[in-house]
């Protein structure tokens, strides 16, 4: 099985308009900030060693205003 990784991310569209999570081999998603920090506070109490990766893919047409 092949690992995933944040690239193979980016290039699927269901997790456009989310809060993504890579972890020990898992993705994980939220829709909220909120809930994103949620999930990786339980990531850090699971697998303390490992450093997550998280990003945030916004929708298709959304303007990121850039100061």
């Known amino acids: 099985m092949r690992k995933v990784e944040m690239v193979d991310i980016f290039k699927n569209p269901r997790y456009r308009g989310k809060h993504v999570i890579l972890a020990a081999g898992k993705i994980y ?3 909220t900030g ?3 920090s949620k999930i990786l506070e339980g990531i850090r109490k699971k697998h303390p060693r490992v450093t997550p990766e ?6 298709a047409h959304s303007l ?3 100061l």
């Open 29 to 31: 998603t939220a829709k």
């Open 34 to 36: 909120e809930g994103a």
């Open 54 to 59: 998280i990003a945030y893919l916004p929708k």
């Open 64 to 66: 990121i205003l850039w």
